[in-house]
C-alpha cells in the first residue's frame, strides 16, 4: 500500500526566504506520480506541482521546485521568495500509475511571517 | 484550464433531512470524479470514485446509502447525504480527472455541510 509521510505538521518563514517543506512516500510501484498541493484558508485545494517518478529532472514551476530523491523516496518541495499569499497548508500526494487514488499526506501547515 | 465547481458552497440543513451536492467540470470531461471529506486540521479522506455512467466505488467503511453518489454526465457528479445527521457536518470536496491528464486531479472549492 501506498504511504504519504509529512513528517513537519507547521512551518514558518520570513517574507521573500526560502523554506522547504519535507514528504517521503512508500510506494512498491515503478510508474507512480507525486504531487504537492496548496491549500490556503479558502479551502480550495490547488495543484502547486507535479512529478513523474520516470523523470530524473525535478519539477520546477516559477518559485516553487522539488527536489526528487527516487531513491531516498523523497519529494521535497522549496518555495523561493516566499509570499504573503503562500500561507496555506500543503499536501504532498502520490498517485500509483494505473491507480486511480490519490493518496495524501498529513499536511504542513506553512505560515510566512511579513 | 481544468476548472472545478461545486455548489452550494456552503449549506445547512435539519437533522433527517437530504443534501444534493453538485460537482461540475466547467472546461474538460471529467471521465472520473472523486468526492472526499475533510475533518478541520485533517487531510482529505477518499469517500468514493465515480466514472461516468458507471456506479460509484465507495472507500471502505463508506456507507453507499448514506451517500449516494451519480455521475450521469462527463462534465457533473452529485453526492446526496441522505437522512443527514450532525455528525454528517463536515467540508465535502470533490475532484475531477480529465480524458486528457489522467494523473492529475483538479479540485473544486468545496462545500461545508452543516447538520443541526
Known amino acids: 500500500a501506498q504511504t504519504v509521510t509529512q513528517s513537519q505538521p507547521e512551518m514558518s518563514v520570513q517574507e521573500a526566504e526560502t523554506v522547504t517543506l519535507s514528504c517521503t512516500y512508500d510506494?512498491?510501484?515503478?510508474?507512480?506520480?507525486l504531487f504537492w498541493y496548496k491549500q490556503p484558508p479558502s479551502r480550495q485545494m490547488i495543484l502547486v506541482i507535479r512529478?513523474?517518478?520516470?523523470?530524473?529532472q525535478n519539477a520546477t514551476e516559477n518559485r516553487f521546485s522539488v527536489n526528487f530523491q527516487k531513491a531516498a523516496k523523497s519529494f521535497s518541495l522549496k518555495i523561493s521568495d516566499s509570499q504573503l499569499g503562500d500561507a496555506a497548508m500543503y499536501f504532498c500526494?502520490?498517485?500509483?500509475?494505473?491507480?486511480?487514488?490519490?493518496?495524501f499526506g498529513k499536511g504542513t501547515k506553512l505560515t510566512v511571517n511579513p | 484550464g481544468a476548472v472545478v465547481s461545486q455548489h452550494p458552497s456552503w449549506v445547512i440543513c435539519k437533522s433527517g433531512t437530504s443534501v444534493k451536492i453538485e460537482c461540475r467540470s466547467l472546461?474538460?470531461?471529467?471521465?472520473?470524479m472523486f468526492w472526499y471529506r475533510q475533518f478541520p486540521k485533517q487531510s482529505l479522506m477518499l469517500m468514493a470514485t465515480?466514472?461516468?455512467?458507471?456506479?460509484?466505488?465507495?472507500e471502505q467503511g463508506v456507507e453507499k446509502d448514506k451517500f449516494l453518489i451519480n455521475h450521469a454526465s462527463l462534465t457533473l457528479s452529485t453526492l446526496t447525504v441522505t437522512s443527514a445527521h450532525p455528525e454528517d457536518s463536515s467540508f465535502y470536496i470533490c475532484?475531477?480527472?480529465?480524458?486528457?491528464?489522467?494523473?492529475?486531479?483538479?479540485f473544486g472549492p468545496g462545500t461545508r455541510l452543516l447538520v443541526l
Open positions: 500526494a502520490s498517485k500509483q500509475g494505473g491507480s486511480e487514488k490519490l493518496v
Open positions: 510506494t512498491s510501484e515503478s510508474d507512480y506520480y
Open positions: 512529478q513523474e517518478a520516470y523523470k530524473q
Open positions: 465515480s466514472n461516468e455512467g458507471s456506479k460509484a466505488t465507495y
Open positions: 472546461d474538460f470531461q471529467a471521465t472520473t
Open positions: 475532484s475531477a480527472r480529465g480524458t486528457g491528464d489522467q494523473e492529475t486531479q483538479y
